[in-house]
């Protein structure tokens, strides 16, 4: 069997991958496809080929390195059109009590639905549910509390929704509170 491009598989693996897809993945796929062993050098230098062919302005899309893996995304020059797209499907959009939830499992993870629903003040039954369903978060295990109820945390696919590499990357309350919204007066 002539020796193969691996540098067009994994072009191909990582357009294929609804998620980012990290190196040891890519390695894996290519030693049970082609029974060689391949190195992390190898998959680097061909990753390093794929992105500087994307970073022309012929494509609009690029290689991006997202939550420990690659993953084909458009280019900031097409995020207005592609925006357009997701407009039209806005019913699969998340509700605002739903990003309300996502935001407090983010912030708090791992954390109870009790605790999201002390914090939220309502059920937050059916938004956990929608969140469970569109794999922005998982089951993280359960609590070490009386009746042991199930944790919640973001998913692989929450940090690449959000495109983020950690969650360090999340902004922090003093990012968004601005010191006009504060009540009272400031007392020197």
Do not use: W
Not at 71 to 79: I, P, S, V
Not at 94 to 122: D, F, H, N, W
């Amino acid at each position: 069997m002539p020796k193969p491009n691996i540098t067009r598989h994994i072009e191909a693996l990582i357009f294929s991958s609804v998620q980012s897809i990290g190196v040891q993945e890519i390695i894996l796929a290519l030693n049970a496809i082609f029974e060689e062993e391949y190195v992390e050098t190898q998959i680097f230098e061909s990753i390093d080929l794929i992105r500087e062919k994307y970073s022309q302005d012929d494509f609009a899309i690029e290689l991006v390195f997202l939550n420990n893996g690659y993953q084909f995304l458009t280019k900031k020059d097409y995020h207005e059109t592609v925006n357009q797209l997701q407009l039209h499907r806005s019913k699969k959009r998340l509700s605002q009590a739903a990003m309300e939830t996502l935001a407090i499992i983010a912030y708090r993870q791992p954390i109870t639905k009790l605790e999201i629903e002390q914090i939220r003040g309502v059920n937050s039954d059916y938004s956990v549910q929608r969140l469970l369903e569109k794999e922005l978060i998982s089951i993280d295990g359960k609590a070490e509390t009386p009746g042991r109820p199930i944790l919640y945390s973001t998913s692989s696919l929450f940090m690449d929704y959000f495109a983020l590499n950690n969650l360090n990357q999340l902004p922090q309350l003093k990012d968004i509170v601005k010191e006009e919204n504060t009540v009272g007066e400031n007392v020197e």
